[in-house]
């Protein structure tokens, strides 16, 4: 019996018992008791594309409760992040596209309301027949969360699914056995790098990004720097002094990582902190619940969370929240509506949240029982995190203007460029892109 | 007579739409694609734009650099691999079957199995060089090396290509002109060369047709090992290419580089197909 299905039956018994307030408003949230007809689109199958992700991870077993509840088959395919980012861009563009429900990143959000890829999902969220609002509670999810849904500019064409944080995660054993303190700056952070390295034992002192998405871990320390990707007129200033000192930065921490950095992305980071390969890591919070997990981690109960470290104009790590959107090309939105309203509700969320994806719902974050889940120390460095954490702009060129950005990080960090000298061929090519 | 046009008219006609649908067709709409962009007619404004994009030098380059590479050494690989195939006698068939298992396997499995293997990291390929005491290079990972990993296993992948028709011109090959040259005396080398190789002129230059347009479009291999990275360091134009039609949703870019290709592709095939016609004439 594993922990949720424990969980589970002592509520189920404890609510036989005494029904006592919470877990009576926790039944009250059950998709069961929300006013409109699951069933009316009873025998559809619906088409739902997934980058994996520990989001993906832990709602595809929830997936057949869902069956259940509305009689919609849901057909779910799955891929690697990199790959998942290129197959929705390629068959959007090629207007080959043939999923109902997708996941999305708000980066994206511009070019694909400009393209009409993604329904708008206001007259959905308005229609009684197909959402009960006091069961849905969109007032529920943060600030931020409501913001993406919007991000666009134009209409709501996602919802968001997962809440995440730039935070520092670090092997608790290795740092002792190094003498050193869990870093609260930037400063700090290079010294335990490099005491890490002299007296770690073989461990790699830090998993960082390289690869083709370095630009997500990079805006955090930029931002903590100073510096910026563009200003509030979306005009580049990634040539600034401050963005060239969190580069050069960056690209110093790097060489206190496993070789092959350049190579490094997502899947590769997880893997030198799942394998104990690296004693720290740099990036999102959704990492912890992975590293948590005996069935694929070797580093088990060796894991604290600390706060984003503060560089010189304070601690501003990125933040992300992935979402889910619909197909403007798909035929079944209304069934496609319903799963993504499910998938999105206070119940999903907090099945999820005990199970280690934390969501943008307020309410994800008081579950009963959560705080068995998680150690009150992830929760701190989480909140703490996201009450200072910041987004990129997003804009049509997006990746357009990320693909020089990568390339000249890259070449800070093999030592072929100074920060300064490849931050400046960066800013030229910006100017050239928006201009 | 008029029967004859109809029925030469029945025949053609399932040829002509499928020519006119899957090729003419995109054909043409990559050119007029290539001149526009979604605000209107830009005449060669988008060609301008390739050219004076940031490292656009450097990804022709490494297009060059690559192209070249790849067909050079898969084809002097697959020539001499061929060439030995006529002196064994025991195990040959069982051989060729294993020469061509590379072929059978799909580009992105192998790109997917090469960057595993050549993981500075984690990869079986530089814990072995440490076992034996050397430092291993950053493969896939490294600016100065990346390229040349792309190259190696985009040959690795491809030299059976060369290897099987090669192979197959030199057992088509008349064994009495050949014995006749060994016999007054001629050495393996002057065989080869003087006789052997001549003979063979129009299959080596087909195979290096083939396989000189293949690599030039090489996209998966380089695309699933490195993504064109580091820095700019592997890039070629169909990797920038795919790059501006699908990343950075610019299919007008995308099309401009594509009629550069096409043009490349059709003058160095119309360069060969003369030497052909010198052949024969």
Known sequence: MNRRKFLLTTALAAGVLAMPGALARAFAQAPADAKIDWKQFDGTEIDVLLSRHPWQESIEPLIPEFEALTGIRVNVTKLPEQQFITKVSADLTAGSFAFDAFMTQFYEAPKFQKEKWTAALDGFLADPKLTDPAWYDWDDFFPGAREIATIGGSYADRVAITSEAQVLVYRTDVLEAAGVAVPTSFDELLAACAAIKEKGGGVYPITLRGGAANWWPLYGVVRSYGGNYLDAEHKPVIGSAESKAAVDTYARLAQFAPPGITNSDWDEINTAMLSGQAAMFLDSSVVFGRLEDPAISTVVGKVGVAPFPAGPAGPHGNSHYWSISMAEASQKKEAAWLFIQWATSKPVQAALALKGVLGPRASAWKVEGLAEEFPQQFLDAVSTTLSTAVIPPAVEQFYELMDPLRAAVQEVILGNETAAAALDGVQEAWNKILG | ?281
């Open chain 2, 1 to 281: 007579m008029i029967g004859s046009r109809r029925f030469a008219v029945l025949f053609t006609a399932p040829l002509t739409v499928a020519l006119l649908a899957l090729l003419i067709y995109p054909l043409v709409s990559t050119v007029v694609l290539a001149f526009r962009t979604p605000e209107g007619v830009v005449g060669i404004a988008n060609f301008a734009a390739v050219f004076t994009q940031g490292g656009f030098g450097q990804v022709l380059g490494n297009t060059v650099v690559f192209t070249l590479g790849s067909t050079a050494l898969s084809l002097v690989l697959g020539f001499s691999m061929a060439y030995a195939m006529d002196f064994i006698e025991v195990g040959r068939r069982w051989l060729v079957s294993v020469f061509m298992l590379p072929l059978a396997i799909m580009p992105v499995v192998s790109g997917l199995t090469f960057g595993m293997m050549l993981n500075p990291a984690l990869g079986v390929v530089n814990q072995t060089l440490l076992q034996l005491g050397i430092a291993g290079p950053g493969w896939a990972t490294d600016t100065t090396t990346a390229l040349l990993t792309v190259i190696l296993i985009d040959v690795w992948q491809w030299t059976p290509f060369c290897f099987v028709i090669l192979h197959a011109g030199f057992r088509s090959l008349s064994s009495e002109q050949r014995e006749a040259a060994r016999v007054d005396g001629a050495s393996a080398f002057q065989e080869l060369f003087h006789v052997s190789l001549p003979m063979l002129r129009n299959i080596v230059i087909i195979t290096t047709v083939f396989r000189f347009m293949d690599a030039f479009k090489a996209f998966d291999t380089i695309y699933i090992v490195t993504q064109g990275g580091p820095g700019r360091s592997s890039e070629t134009l169909i990797i920038r290419a795919f790059m501006e039609g699908f990343r950075f949703y610019k299919p007008h870019t995308m099309a401009a580089i594509g009629i550069l290709l096409l043009v490349v592709t059709m003058v160095s095939t119309r360069f060969v197909g003369r030497m052909l016609d010198q052949r024969s004439a």
